[in-house]
């Protein structure tokens, strides 16, 4: 590399000595910005994670609605296009404001029946405790078009939810339940969940998927305005 009159930098490779300590005190200033940054404790109960349950790479498939909420709901947070996979938990994670409060939008990269290991991953990096992260996931015993709120309890045979449970410890986790509708014989669940909405049911999905959204952000800002959450 050869340097010129305005390179800033000697025939030697060496920078003049009053540029080099301007380099060093930016360098400093920057980094201890970002460690301030990273050291600042947030205001506790003022992040969520939000987890959308379904096996990655199976999009429009009744299992993996949970995963369009998600998707809706990155998209009415303006950060649709700000997903980034995270290898450590194996998810695509992105981050975006809600208030005062911060969501952590999550979809896992493993299979629904190991969901849990990706969610109880990002909550231990993000220093979150199990009533703080909600479960988006694929409710058979309601038909399509249903939501219901649950705090806590048992998975109620749902696979992802088991494994959320038991990779976590905790049954606390708030879950977004959304009606699939039941087939009408048990042999036919497998093909039901893991088979794409119908023709008529796609056009009730765009509706179904604002409700959810809507009824998530309204219960996370109530719950962002009350008592702090976790540790």
Same mark, same amino acid.
């Given at each position: 590399?050869?340097?010129?009159?305005?390179?800033?930098?000697?025939?030697?490779?060496?920078?003049?000595?009053?540029?080099?300590?301007?380099?060093?005190?930016?360098?400093?200033?920057?980094?201890?910005?970002?460690?301030?940054?990273?050291?600042?404790?947030? +205001?506790? /109960? @003022?992040?969520? #994670?939000?987890? $959308?349950?379904?096996?990655? *790479?199976?999009? &429009?498939? !009744?299992?993996?609605?949970?995963?369009?909420?998600?998707?809706?709901?990155?998209?009415?947070?303006?950060?649709?296009?700000?997903?980034?996979?995270?290898?450590?938990?194996?998810?695509?994670?992105?981050?975006?404001?809600?208030?005062?409060?911060?969501?952590?939008?999550?979809?896992?990269?493993?299979?629904?029946?190991?969901?849990?290991?990706?969610?109880?991953?990002?909550?231990?990096?993000?220093?979150?405790?199990?009533?703080?992260?909600?479960?988006?996931?694929?409710?058979?015993?309601? +038909?399509? /078009? @249903?939501?219901? #709120?649950?705090? $806590?309890?048992?998975?109620? *045979?749902?696979? &992802?939810? !088991?494994?959320?449970?038991?990779?976590?410890?905790?049954?606390?986790?708030?879950?977004?339940?959304?009606?699939?509708?039941?087939?009408?014989?048990?042999?036919?669940?497998?093909?039901?969940?893991?088979?794409?909405?119908?023709?008529?049911?796609?056009?009730?999905?765009?509706?179904?998927?604002?409700?959810?959204?809507?009824?998530?952000?309204?219960?996370?800002?109530?719950?962002?305005?009350?008592?702090?959450?976790?540790?």
């Amino acid at each position: 590399m050869t340097s010129g009159p305005g390179s800033g930098v000697n025939r030697g490779g060496m920078a003049p000595p009053g540029l080099l300590r301007s380099w060093l005190g930016q360098s400093r200033a920057m980094s201890l910005a970002m460690s301030r940054c990273v050291l600042e404790p947030r +205001p506790p /109960g @003022k992040r969520w #994670l939000v987890a $959308g349950l379904g096996n990655p *790479g199976l999009p &429009g498939t !009744r299992h993996s609605v949970g995963m369009a909420v998600l998707g809706q709901l990155a998209r009415r947070l303006g950060v649709a296009e700000s997903w980034a996979r995270d290898p450590r938990c194996a998810a695509d994670l992105a981050l975006a404001p809600l208030g005062d409060a911060q969501l952590v939008l999550l979809r896992p990269r493993r299979l629904m029946n190991s969901n849990g290991r990706s969610v109880a991953r990002a909550a231990e990096l993000f220093g979150l405790t199990a009533d703080a992260v909600y479960l988006v996931h694929d409710e058979l015993d309601k +038909p399509l /078009g @249903k939501l219901a #709120l649950k705090l $806590g309890g048992s998975a109620r *045979g749902h696979n &992802g939810v !088991r494994s959320c449970i038991s990779c976590l410890n905790s049954s606390a986790m708030p879950r977004l339940r959304v009606g699939i509708g039941r087939p009408a014989t048990a042999d036919a669940v497998q093909a039901h969940v893991l088979g794409r909405f119908s023709p008529a049911e796609q056009e009730l999905l765009p509706l179904l998927l604002d409700r959810a959204t809507d009824l998530l952000l309204d219960h996370i800002r109530e719950r962002s305005q009350g008592p702090a959450v976790g540790p």
